[in-house]
């Protein structure tokens, strides 16, 4: 009788994903480092685009799914890892770079905050279903921009209008592509999950 409870307390609502894991703090602590490691390789896929100061990489789609799959506590902490131990001189951001002087700096910092955001909405379900997936991830994608793209007008001189030019629309499809991706994927893995338990 007490193994048929489990599953339903193990995937409840306000469970993410790491949280089907045995609870312990070794446990999160390694998710929060696999997490900040995992996006910090992530960015090493990158490629630049031109007449940006900011490349396609893989550190956006990184960020969102640690956010999603963590909890809004344990994925700012992966991010807030990422972002510290970036600008201490770790080159792990896009393009094998560190600091914070750099013109892309700005969609760092968004995505520590969308991480926390999206991970928010995974604790309400949100990564439970393709079209609740899409609202996250689409509103993750967001933050990321509405923080990365004022930072680099005022890193680089341009106007906000260049700057969405530069820093917006060559990455819109990309990030389709993405949110493509974590829709297939994560609602999939709860479904797997459920009929595991």
């Known amino acids: 009788m007490s193994t048929a409870a489990t599953p339903a307390r193990t995937l409840r609502a306000g469970t993410v994903l790491a949280d089907l894991l045995p609870a312990s703090r070794t446990r999160d602590i390694?998710?929060?480092l696999g997490g900040a490691a995992l996006t910090g390789l992530a960015a090493q896929l990158s490629v630049p685009v031109p007449g940006s100061?900011?490349?396609v990489s893989g550190q956006t789609f990184a960020a969102l799914l640690v956010g999603t799959a963590l909890g809004a506590r344990r994925g700012f902490l992966a991010l807030a890892l990422y972002t510290v131990v970036g600008m201490a001189g770790v080159p792990w951001f896009a393009q094998s770079s560190s600091g914070y002087a750099m013109p892309s700096f700005g969609y760092?910092?968004?995505m520590l905050l969308a991480a926390t955001v999206v991970g928010a909405l995974a604790r309400r379900g949100a990564d439970r279903s393709v079209p609740r997936t899409?609202?996250?991830m689409l509103l993750g994608s967001a933050i990321i921009y509405a923080?990365?793209?004022p930072y680099l007008a005022l890193a680089t001189g341009m106007t906000l209008g260049q700057?969405?030019?530069a820093g917006l629309?060559?990455?819109l499809l990309g990030d389709?592509?993405?949110a493509a991706l974590a829709m297939g994927a994560l609602p999939a893995v709860w479904k797997l999950a459920g009929r595991r338990g």
Request: aromatic letters at 4%; glycine letters at 12%.
């Open 176 to 178: 389709a592509l993405k």
């Open 147 to 149: 923080v990365g793209v």
């Open 53 to 55: 100061p900011v490349p």
């Open 108 to 110: 760092v910092l968004g």
């Open 134 to 136: 899409a609202g996250a």
């Open 163 to 165: 700057a969405v030019a």
């Open 169 to 171: 629309v060559p990455f």
């Open 30 to 32: 390694a998710l929060v």
